[in-house]
């Protein structure tokens, strides 16, 4: 067929002279890789070839009158009653052997024989299963030495059989798509009622009021319109879309069916690259298995909508949504938490343009996670505060690092998922706040504090002036100069340091 050619795109290194010419089938709008040698080495499509004529009629190759009855095994050719009776009696051809053509399907796969590029002389009849192309026998001694291979008649089952199984993939595929495009349909009916149940209200309303409110009114329909038709639109590009995959879809089925129902065993072999490469491409073909917009318009008859001749006015057309992207999380305990103590922090929820929603009724979920040990979670509460704000709080149980993930319909927020530093239990002073050991022991020499510092003399702990003194009140058992501090130290284990930290205490 003829092809549409687009322009060059480089392959490989970026190198202008190393490209690669590319065309658009015009019937399926597949794009294809011309081979070095151009067009001339596409694979044909040898079912059509087959064909002939119209489909179900071959003619004689001799005459072109008759219709083709038998055809000779010997040199191809198709013959109708008349010549065949002709091609016996000659003297070069009287010892071919003429057969029948029994059915439709023989009939179109009874043409002439394809010959090897390579060897025009021979016909095309093993296949090369290294290679995946087919060949003739003296291809077999030559290029394809040793390499596994089979007649045509055999490797056209197994082949044909993985296009079978891809041919009902696109199948299922096919039949999702009609599903999608239905669903849109029911969307595009709701959004159609919805919008005549909103106008309605409005009308309703509007009706109290008299020339102020008929011109409040007139300027709510017209954004409800708008917001209509920019629905609509979405839907409609949706739509379209889905069915240009659809009926891209439908053209490679059909092509594929028709190639394996009356297909000869070369052809399907043949085609069956160019054909698998198509299929393929159309299965892994993204798209959204659900309608890309809501119905979700709503009416407020009790919002303010400013003043209108000097009246107040009411009813404003509510559509925007929540956006989990624009949604924000505050608190101070946002990144920290102790063990067994309740915590928390906020969520705030905004529309697409970052505005607050002003109202609840969102789904919001929360998971908390062990980083390290994956069946501790903890099971946190959403409070619901009806102003677009929710108040999340939870009790970690084990210290670590903790994975919290927070999701409104279904997605991730802003700064989710983020980790929590869950620190033990606060842990209280063991020694005393002192100005150095050697007044808070009385002077004894083995009294020892956790600052590190000693004085001449051999007294091991910490004094006024001396080496190690931090040079201000700090705590006996860890060196903390904060008196409203938790305790850095381990408990002492050995009896000597525990009996000189309450010398020190007392």
């Avoid at 009939?107 to 003739?136: N, R, V, Y």
Wanted: charged share 25%; with cysteine; net charge positive.
């Amino acid at each position: 067929p003829n092809l549409r050619r687009r322009n060059l795109e480089t392959v490989g290194e970026p190198n202008r002279a190393n490209t690669a010419l590319r065309a658009l089938c015009p019937l399926c709008d597949a794009e294809i890789a011309l081979p070095p040698g151009g067009l001339g080495q596409l694979v044909p499509d040898y079912t059509a070839l087959g064909r002939g004529g119209a489909a179900g009629t071959t003619g004689c190759d001799l005459c072109a009158d008759g219709a083709a009855a038998k055809r000779c095994q010997s040199c191809g050719v198709r013959l109708c009653l008349f010549c065949c009776q002709a091609h016996r009696r000659q003297k070069k051809t009287a010892s071919h052997v003429v057969v029948e053509l029994e059915s439709s399907r023989d009939c179109s796969q009874a043409g002439k024989p394809f010959f090897c590029p390579s060897h025009p002389s021979e016909e095309l009849g093993l296949f090369c299963e290294q290679c995946d192309q087919p060949m003739c026998q003296d291809c077999v001694a030559e290029r394809h030495r040793q390499h596994p291979y089979d007649f045509t008649s055999n490797a056209v089952h197994r082949h044909g059989d993985s296009l079978r199984e891809l041919l009902r993939s696109t199948q299922q595929c096919m039949s999702t798509l009609e599903d999608v495009l239905g669903q849109t349909d029911s969307v595009g009916n709701a959004i159609r009622t919805r919008a005549e149940a909103v106008a309605t209200e409005i009308n309703a309303f509007a009706r109290g009021y008299v020339k102020a409110i008929e011109e409040h009114r007139d300027r709510l329909l017209k954004q409800l319109e708008d917001l209509k038709v920019q629905k609509e639109n979405l839907l409609h590009l949706q739509k379209a879309q889905l069915q240009q995959l659809l009926l891209d879809m439908r053209t490679g089925v059909e092509f594929t069916e028709r190639l394996l129902t009356s297909g000869s065993d070369l052809g399907i072999l043949v085609t069956k690259g160019v054909v698998t490469s198509r299929l393929a491409k159309l299965n892994s073909a993204a798209y959204s298995t659900h309608p890309n917009v809501d119905d979700s318009i709503q009416f407020s008859p009790q919002e303010r909508a400013g003043q209108c001749h000097g009246y107040e006015v009411f009813g404003a057309v509510i559509c925007k949504a929540v956006d989990p992207t624009k949604c924000t999380l505050h608190g101070e305990d946002l990144r920290s938490a102790r063990q067994n103590e309740l915590t928390g922090f906020t969520l705030l929820c905004n529309d697409t343009t970052g505005e607050r929603m002003g109202r609840g009724g969102e789904a919001v979920m929360v998971t908390i996670t062990h980083k390290d040990k994956k069946d501790c979670a903890v099971k946190p509460t959403v409070c619901d505060n009806g102003d677009g704000t929710y108040h999340i709080s939870y009790s970690p149980e084990e210290p670590g690092l903790y994975a919290v993930c927070v999701y409104v319909k279904g997605q991730h927020v802003q700064g989710s998922p983020f980790i929590v530093m869950v620190k033990s239990k606060f842990r209280k002073h063991r020694g005393m706040f002192h100005c150095c050991t050697f007044c808070s022991s009385g002077g004894q020499k083995a009294a020892r504090c956790a600052c590190g510092g000693t004085m001449p003399g051999g007294y091991q702990g910490c004094g006024h002036g001396h080496k190690g003194h931090p040079g201000c009140p700090h705590w006996s058992c860890c060196g903390q100069v904060k008196r409203s501090s938790e305790c850095l130290s381990g408990f002492p284990s050995d009896r000597s340091q525990r009996s000189l930290l309450r010398t020190v205490e007392l």
